[in-house]
Structures are given as structure tokens and as C-alpha cells.
């Protein structure tokens, strides 16, 4: 697994020994996975004490799921971003999910992370992940009108869409996740014209 530097965009406000923390993490488990991550790779990796751990997270399962949540929230700004461009709904949806996906991609060491290591923490990781997926869930009906789609559907669309980049992420092919961008947006397309 590669471990390129990892960019995350701190919210206003946000402790720079929380990011830098978050960046340890991902670097972490990006080497040896979540389960043999220990406090002391992630604070090796951040550059700081173990009490500034403790000042953040309770527990390395506190600090991934903070992690999952702040790099999810940043692709979704991304997402969002691209869409308020002034074209039809189809075309914006395309440019989104081409944004949103080539954002991802442009982490690769995040991807295990989000995708993968996640589920290793259980009921917390999935948790998260359904947070973040009913997020943009929500973004998306707002996007494309809650008359044409149900919120059971969008949440489908999410997951679907989020299962290709599983695989994708299992085939070793993060670079190219923008090419899932047609696939994902006939999803979307089909749902709606349903």
C-alpha cells in the first residue's frame, strides 16, 4: 500500500494536532493495517506525544472513525462543489460524481481506510459508514427533488455506487476510480427515470 502524503482539510476551528493526528492514522494503517496500528505508529506518524493523542481520542477506534468521518466530509465537499455548476440535473450529477471520484482517488492512502480497515472496528465503523452514506444520501435528493426520488433509493444508489469503489479499491485500480463516473451516473440516471 502506498503511503503518499494524506490531505486533509481542516474545518475552521479544528486543533492542527487533530489533523495531524487524523494524517497519522491513515498513514498508519495504510502500512500495516488497521488491526496491527498501534497509538504509538499513529503518534510516530503525527510527530507528537501520546498525551496529545489522549487529548483528542479516547481510543484508536475514536480516532479512525474521526478520520473516516472528516475524509468523507471532505469529498463530499467536493461533491457538492461540482454540482452547483449552472447545467441540466444530468450533467451536473456527471460532473459530481467524476469530482467526487477523482477526489478519492487522488488519496490513495485513504481508500483502504475508508473502504476497508472501517469495517474492522464493527458496529462503530458501520455506523459511521451509514452516517456518511445517508449524507450524501440526503445531498442527493436535495439535488435531484425527493418527487423523483425515494429515500430508500437514494441510500441504494450511495451504496451501490460506494460498492464499485470497493472493488475497484480490491483490483488495485484507485488511480482510476473517474472511470466508474458513466457507471455511476447511468445508476443515478435509471433510478430517477425509473
Request: aromatic share 6%; glycine share 6%; hydrophobic share 45%.
Amino acid at each position: 500500500m502506498p503511503t503518499d502524503s494524506v490531505t486533509l482539510e481542516s474545518e475552521p476551528g479544528v486543533h492542527e494536532h487533530r489533523g495531524r493526528l487524523l494524517e497519522g492514522m491513515a498513514i498508519a494503517v495504510a502500512q500495516k493495517g488497521y488491526a496491527d496500528t498501534t497509538i504509538a505508529d499513529i503518534v510516530r506518524e503525527a510527530s507528537v506525544s501520546r498525551r496529545t493523542f489522549y487529548e483528542y481520542f479516547a481510543t484508536k477506534a475514536d480516532c479512525l472513525v474521526a478520520l473516516y468521518e472528516a475524509a468523507s466530509h471532505n469529498a463530499l465537499k467536493v461533491l457538492r462543489a461540482a454540482i452547483a455548476q449552472p447545467h441540466a440535473w444530468e450533467q451536473r450529477v456527471e460532473d459530481a460524481l467524476r469530482a467526487y471520484l477523482e477526489c478519492m482517488a487522488s488519496n490513495p492512502v485513504l481508500m483502504r481506510t475508508l473502504f476497508v480497515e472501517i469495517l474492522h472496528l464493527g458496529a462503530e465503523g458501520l455506523a459511521a459508514r451509514r452516517r456518511v452514506n445517508q449524507e450524501i444520501a440526503e445531498y442527493m435528493l436535495e439535488v435531484v427533488g425527493r418527487d423523483k426520488v425515494t429515500p430508500q433509493l437514494a441510500m441504494a444508489v450511495v451504496g451501490g455506487i460506494h460498492e464499485l469503489v470497493l472493488q475497484a479499491i480490491e483490483e488495485g485500480r484507485v488511480e482510476r476510480l473517474a472511470e466508474l463516473t458513466p457507471t455511476a451516473a447511468a445508476l443515478v440516471k435509471a433510478v430517477v427515470h425509473r
